[in-house]
C-alpha cells in the first residue's frame, strides 16, 4: 500500500471566537455588585469575639440589627456600646430598636433579632443592662455571636 494516495493537509487551529466575551465579563460582573453586600457600619469599638461550642447561622439575616460592645481604645478599660456608626448609651437602645424596625419591611418585622457583638471581656453587668434595655423595647430575639471552637 502507498502511503502518498491522499494529499496530506495542513492542519490550522480555528480561531476563537471571542464576541460574546464582553457579554459574559458584564453578565459576571452585574452578578458579583447585586450578591455582595457592602459593610455600612464602621466599627469604633474593638472586641475580641468569644469562641462557643454551639454555633448556629442565623437563618434572616435582613431581620437582623448589631449591636457592638467593646473597648474604643485598646488599651483602655472602659467599654463602649456602639449602635450604627455612633457611640451610645443604655438609653438609646430603646430608639435604636424603634428605628431599625421601622426600616424592616414588614414581613422581617416579627422575625427582628438583634445580633450582640462583644469583648470576651465585657462584664456580665452590661450584658444584663443591654438586654433589660431590649426587652423594654420588645426586641425579645436576642443571639449572641461567636466563633466555633
Not at 5 to 34: A, G, H, K, Y
Not at 38 to 61: I, N
Amino acid at each position: 500500500m502507498r502511503r502518498g494516495l491522499f494529499p496530506r493537509r495542513e492542519r490550522e487551529v480555528p480561531e476563537l471566537n471571542t464576541s460574546s466575551l464582553p457579554d459574559l465579563i458584564f453578565t459576571v460582573l452585574f452578578f458579583f455588585m447585586i450578591v455582595t453586600h457592602m459593610r455600612d457600619v464602621d466599627l469604633k469599638v474593638h472586641y475580641q469575639v468569644p469562641q462557643g461550642t454551639e454555633v448556629q447561622k442565623v437563618a434572616h439575616k435582613s431581620a437582623v440589627c448589631h449591636i457592638y460592645i467593646g473597648r474604643q481604645d485598646k488599651h483602655s478599660d472602659d467599654f463602649s456600646i456602639q449602635l450604627n456608626n455612633r457611640i451610645a448609651t443604655i438609653d438609646d437602645i430603646r430608639a435604636f430598636v424603634e428605628s431599625e424596625r421601622s426600616q424592616m419591611n414588614s414581613d422581617d418585622q416579627p422575625r427582628m433579632t438583634v445580633s450582640i457583638k462583644a469583648d470576651r471581656d465585657v462584664p456580665m453587668g452590661i450584658i444584663a443592662d443591654v438586654k433589660r434595655a431590649l426587652q423594654e423595647s420588645f426586641a425579645l430575639k436576642i443571639n449572641y455571636s461567636a466563633t466555633e471552637k
